[in-house]
């Protein structure tokens, strides 16, 4: 069965420092890959997908992940995080053949000390 | 703005009493949305794919008895949570897919169901 995990439970940084969460999926077939943020209060938003082509793709707000085929990994990062990214980030898949259906990892909480 | 309109946002009620809650596509058309619970500090979880104008289809271990879906139309969407109890309690969101199935979902901004 497909699986999504994310390495990090909850992530703490001060404004202006890199970031770096971890998603690994287990798939052996081809999949969509997403990041979805949560800000608080607010529904899920799409940050960024990877369909096809270049494996290190850009979303929203200057986020940014790589596609990792051999290590079945799409981790998410921004170079220099703001007080206002504090939100719950969570990593999801999607395979060809399953309608659309996502599977979601567990969360990770990023809080950004200003 | 928003695409997905999901209704009520919060609902507190007895336990035996079932609970609708609706789900609207409100820009385009939807034949398959989606139905999670969220419980806190932990992930969405898949409980139904919802067909427009046919029955949906669960995933494992959710009772379809338990969660009525009905997809009568192309912009909505309800779950009944009939005969809810106390561990009913959680967090429903919904999502639209707009065309294809590969493309992004959007959600819902939730119910808070709380069963006494």
């Known amino acids: 069965a497909q699986s999504v995990s994310q390495h990090n439970h909850h992530v703490i940084l001060s404004e202006a420092a890199s970031l770096e969460l971890g998603c690994n999926y287990s798939?052996?077939?081809?999949?969509?890959l997403f990041w979805y943020v949560q800000y608080p209060g607010q529904h899920l938003q799409l940050l960024l997908k990877?369909?096809?082509?270049?494996?290190l793709v850009k979303g929203i707000k200057g986020f940014e992940a790589e596609f990792i085929k051999s290590k079945f990994s799409f981790n998410l990062r921004k170079p220099s995080v703001q007080w206002s990214d504090t939100a719950e980030y969570f990593c999801a898949v999607s395979s060809y053949n399953q309608g659309g259906k996502l599977i979601f990892g567990q969360g990770t909480e990023l809080s950004v000390k200003p | 703005g928003a695409v997905v309109s999901q209704h009520p946002s919060r609902v507190i009620c007895k336990s035996g009493t079932s609970v609708k809650i609706e789900c609207r596509s409100l820009?385009?058309?939807?034949?398959?949305m989606f139905w999670y619970r969220q419980f806190p500090k932990k992930s969405l979880m898949l409980m139904a794919t919802s067909n427009e104008g046919s029955k949906a289809t669960y995933e494992q271990g959710v009772e379809k008895d338990k969660f009525l879906i009905n997809h009568a139309s192309l912009t909505l969407s309800t779950l009944t949570v009939t005969s809810a109890h106390p561990e009913d309690s959680s967090f429903y969101i919904c999502?639209?897919?707009?065309?294809?199935?590969?493309?992004?979902?959007?959600f819902g901004d939730g119910t808070r169901l709380s069963i006494l």
């Open positions: 820009d385009f058309q939807a034949t398959t």
């Open positions: 999502s639209v897919i707009e065309g294809q199935s590969n493309q992004p979902q959007h």
């Open positions: 990877y369909f096809s082509g270049d494996p």
């Open positions: 798939y052996g077939g081809t999949v969509n």
